[in-house]
């Protein structure tokens, strides 16, 4: 598939796209920033190391460690520790080209060298602080990254983290000094003694000589160095994540009144907690949201095609001037070879979206045997259907979907980023669907007879995109196969020609893996995906899908380089909800609920199914 573009023929690269402006300007330099973030990270270690271990200040290594800063001289284990620990926490900062890491160690530097003058009259231990200096200021200009998103939760976290790491290094500072122990401490008597030295006490272990001097000072400073840097994380002006603003969305709104039907997943660019890059002309844009360093957009671009090149050109000067990792999931094959073609970026095939066309839906025919089996089934079991736009529901009613939505939730965890919108019956979301599955004739519980709900988003004028599926445990199995089909059936006279189901991870391979001829390769990857499903539902998903007789369309993640993959794939699980690494819920501040999405697990329906 290829695309026009401003103009241009097809397969060539716009003169005013960034990646020909990046050529014209030469490679960026790359090497400065994770050359000082190696050398920071091993003068750190080694520093470290110096003031843990007694043994190490004896070995051969000692005489290269001796002139680093912070090695050796009076307080030399509190010194050495404080600014390996320091070197360590600014290296990932420097590697990022973040302009806060380069002043911290502008300063630091500086300082170590005093006190190698001081303490110990090294000559050469200042020159080497010296030549790591000399690279951060004569590169100054490549460390201009600004600051992520951030909260003063995130000095919770970092107490809590730095708090465990003391914990843990200052238990080998106090066991490595066993020949000058004095007695047998017991585990607990050493666990107390570390606690004790964080807060700047002494504890109930004892040394012979001056080691007990030594074990102190180290212990305090670990204590000092973590009550230093969550204060200034507590006190650091907050940088709050970016959330879609109401201009924002009513622009986004005005475009995907004109452009919304090329994209299924172009409404849930609507998603409140993320952030969005317009083109110059306002006629395109890119939503994404920033999680663990990595700029994660979804879908396509919104908006006119011709004008994608130019946000897709604003969202990457965004990324490089955060120094965030760009990455896109789930944009089609015309996406990506627009991104892939102005970035300079690779795109690999993620998986396939089923597709309904709803004229070509029938029941009849032995391929529906299964659905159309179950459909009777639940239909004689007293379940009746009902689809209407939110617009058409009552008050009552659209709270009373909105509170079994949340109750029926299989998880604690929000799920949902790329194919999920985040909340039900907004009034800004009229032209939303649902369908809803009633039992008259059962006991009422707190919701009435109501026992599912599919909640699905528009797709253009003639399209819907399922959005949510829920239902009550209690509910006989099918629930979502009898709402799937009762929304096609229903579509016509809802002006709805197409409808887009649930997304289905590497659907190609599980598909050609289990065909006669297929090669031992395919077949050993297939055999993984069908082991992940017992956690994640890949299988059960992919053959869910199967049932309605949809058209594959392909979905592909755009990423920069193949090392970027890991940690891509674990922001795109963060963003979905399939691994939390936040605060627990007790010590978070409420936010808005974001439901999961049933494009990535449709998870009571693919059990039930």
Request: glycine share 10%; aromatic share 8%; with cysteine.
């Amino acid at each position: 598939m290829s695309v026009r573009i401003d103009g241009e023929k097809s397969g060539e690269v716009p003169e005013r796209s960034h990646v020909v402006r990046r050529i014209l300007r030469g490679p960026l330099p790359e090497s400065v920033p994770a050359l000082v973030a190696r050398a920071c990270t091993l003068v750190g270690l080694l520093d470290i190391a110096a003031g843990v271990f007694p043994r190490f200040r004896h070995s051969r290594m000692h005489r290269i460690v001796e002139v680093l800063p912070g090695a050796f001289g009076p307080f030399a284990a509190a010194l050495s520790l404080s600014a390996g620990v320091l070197l360590l926490l600014l290296a990932h900062g420097l590697r990022r080209r973040k302009r806060r890491a380069w002043r911290a160690a502008v300063l630091l530097l500086p300082a170590g060298a005093v006190a190698q003058f001081v303490y110990r009259h090294s000559v050469i231990g200042v020159l080497i602080s010296v030549a790591l200096l000399l690279p951060l200021l004569r590169h100054r200009r490549e460390f201009a990254a600004l600051p992520d998103p951030r909260s003063r939760w995130r000095a919770l976290a970092n107490f809590v983290l730095m708090g465990a790491g003391s914990l843990g290094l200052g238990l080998v500072i106090v066991s490595v000094h066993t020949h000058r122990m004095v007695g047998d401490p017991s585990v607990s008597d050493r666990i107390e003694h570390v606690l004790y030295g964080l807060l700047g006490f002494e504890g109930p272990v004892d040394y012979t000589g001056d080691t007990s001097w030594t074990v102190g000072f180290s212990l305090g400073a670990l204590g000092l160095l973590t009550a230093v840097t969550t204060i200034y994380l507590a006190f650091r002006p907050e940088h709050p994540a970016a959330r879609l603003t109401e201009e924002d969305e009513a622009r986004l709104r005005a475009l995907l009144e004109k452009h919304g039907a090329r994209d299924s997943l172009g409404h849930f660019a609507l998603r409140r907690d993320k952030a969005v890059v317009f083109s110059p002309s306002g006629k395109a844009a890119v939503t994404y949201r920033v999680v663990s360093g990595v700029m994660l957009a979804s879908g396509d671009p919104i908006g006119d095609v011709e004008a994608w090149p130019g946000a897709i050109e604003r969202f990457m000067d965004e990324a490089k001037a955060h120094s965030w990792t760009p990455a896109v999931v789930g944009c089609s094959e015309t996406g990506g070879e627009v991104w892939t073609r102005e970035t300079g970026l690779d795109a690999l095939e993620l998986g396939d979206e089923a597709v309904v066309d709803v004229r070509d839906f029938s029941l009849t025919g032995r391929a529906m045997r299964n659905v159309r089996q179950m459909v009777k089934r639940i239909e004689r079991a007293g379940y009746e259907t009902r689809v209407r736009r939110i617009r058409d529901l009552s008050d009552g009613e659209l709270e009373r979907i909105r509170r079994a939505a949340e109750d029926w939730r299989g998880t604690d965890t929000e799920r949902g980023f790329s194919m999920a919108l985040g909340r039900i019956g907004d009034p800004a979301d009229a032209d939303c669907l649902i369908a809803t599955a009633h039992k008259p004739d059962a006991a009422q519980g707190p919701y009435g007879d109501l026992k599912a709900i599919l909640h699905f988003v528009p797709w253009g004028t003639d399209g819907a995109s399922l959005d949510l599926m829920r239902r009550d445990r209690s509910a006989d199995p099918g629930m979502n196969e009898l709402l799937i089909v009762a929304a096609l059936q229903a579509a016509p006279k809802l002006g709805i020609e197409r409808v887009s189901l649930n997304f289905a991870m590497f659907r190609s391979a599980l598909a050609r893996g289990e065909k006669i001829g297929a090669g031992p390769v395919l077949r050993a990857w297939r055999g993984l995906l069908v082991f992940l499903s017992r956690w994640f539902q890949i299988e059960s998903l992919y053959k869910f899908n199967a049932k309605f007789q949809p058209r594959w369309e392909p979905r592909f993640v755009v990423y920069a380089s193949s090392r970027d993959l890991p940690r891509i794939g674990l922001a795109m699980m963060q963003a979905e909800g399939f691994v939390n690494l936040a605060l627990p819920r007790l010590l978070r501040r409420s936010a808005p609920v974001q439901r999961p999405c049933a494009h990535t697990v449709a998870e009571h329906g693919v059990r039930a199914a």
